[in-house]
């Protein structure tokens, strides 16, 4: 845990308590740890994400309309194609 908080620069904050940072960002759903030898373990790659986009969870939001996903998904991939 001392290492996830240190990788997203929560020490450097000046906060009391880093450790109930992180255990915010597991209860709200943006981190999933792993108990490793009883102590807390990240992925590197959810880490990236929470200091990329904040505490959101991944896939909150408005479900798109069938239709209109499809149709991004279809200018997608002809952008990719052109390139």
């Known amino acids: 845990m001392h290492e996830a908080i240190a990788y997203l620069g929560l ?3 000046g906060l009391a308590r880093p450790d109930k940072t992180i255990y915010r960002l597991v209860r709200k759903g943006a981190l999933h ?3 490793i030898a009883g102590r807390f373990a990240f992925d590197k790659a959810e880490l990236d994400l929470v200091a990329a986009n ?3 969870k991944r896939g909150r939001g408005r479900p798109r309309k069938l239709e209109t ?3 991004l998904h279809k200018e997608k991939c002809d952008n990719s194609r052109i390139k």
Do not use: F, S, T, W
């Open 54 to 56: 904040g505490n959101q």
């Open 33 to 35: 740890p792993r108990k």
């Open 11 to 13: 020490d450097r904050l």
């Open 69 to 71: 996903a499809q149709i």
